[in-house]
């Protein structure tokens, strides 16, 4: 299994969420995503907005 980068830019690591489903809500101090599941609930995904994401 290929590592993920160290220091990834935040649009890739955004783009890699996106692929899972997850869909961006807003982007402020922080990025918040949410995933619907198959079940109905969902799945909140929160990070740092930073340049890179360590």
């Known amino acids: 299994m290929p590592k ?3 220091d ?3 649009a ?3 783009k890699a969420f996106e ?3 997850f869909r961006l809500v807003r ?3 922080h990025v918040s995503m949410s ?3 198959t079940d109905g609930t969902n799945t909140p995904l929160t990070m740092p907005n ?3 994401i360590k």
């Open 27 to 29: 982007e402020g101090n």
């Open 50 to 52: 930073h340049r890179t």
């Open 4 to 6: 993920f980068p160290v």
């Open 8 to 10: 990834a830019p935040k």
């Open 12 to 14: 890739k690591v955004i």
């Open 35 to 37: 995933r619907e599941n």
């Open 19 to 21: 692929k899972h489903g």
